[in-house]
C-alpha cells in the first residue's frame, strides 16, 4: 500500500493538474488577443470575399505572420485539448473508455497539429 503524502509533498498527477489549470488560464488570455488581431486582419481590415490564396500568400511571404497563425494553431489546439481532457476526466467513469477516449483525443490532436504546421510550414 502507497505511504500517505505528507504536508509539503505533492503527487504527480496534482502537479500536472495545477500547471493545465494554469496552462489554461494563460492560453485563453493570449488566445483572446490572437483571435482579435485574426479577427480584424481577416473581416474588418479585409473583405471576406477577398480572402484567398494570392492573398495568404502575400501574408505568409512574412515569416511573422506565418509565426501568428502557427502559434494561433498550436495554442488553439492545446487549450481545446485540455478542456476536452479534463471533461473527459469528468464524464467518462470506466477507466478503459477513459484512456480509450483520451487516446483517440491525442492521436486527433497531434494529427491536426501535424497537418496544421505542415500547411503553414510548406505552403508556396
Request: aromatic fraction near 16%; avoid cysteine.
Amino acid at each position: 500500500m502507497a505511504a500517505a503524502l505528507t504536508r509539503g509533498q505533492r503527487s504527480s498527477r496534482q502537479n500536472f493538474e495545477t500547471w493545465a489549470w494554469f496552462f489554461m488560464r494563460i492560453s485563453g488570455v493570449i488566445l483572446f488577443f490572437l483571435a482579435l488581431i485574426h479577427m480584424y486582419i481577416m473581416h474588418i481590415e479585409n473583405d471576406v470575399t477577398h480572402t484567398t490564396v494570392s492573398f495568404v500568400a502575400r501574408r505568409w511571404a512574412n515569416p511573422w505572420w506565418k509565426l501568428f497563425d502557427w502559434w494561433l494553431l498550436v495554442l488553439g489546439l492545446l487549450h481545446g485539448g485540455n478542456g476536452l481532457r479534463t471533461i473527459i476526466d469528468d464524464y467518462v467513469k470506466k477507466p478503459f473508455k477513459r484512456s480509450l477516449t483520451k487516446a483517440l483525443l491525442y492521436v486527433v490532436g497531434s494529427g491536426l497539429f501535424l497537418l496544421g504546421t505542415i500547411t503553414v510550414l510548406t505552403f508556396k
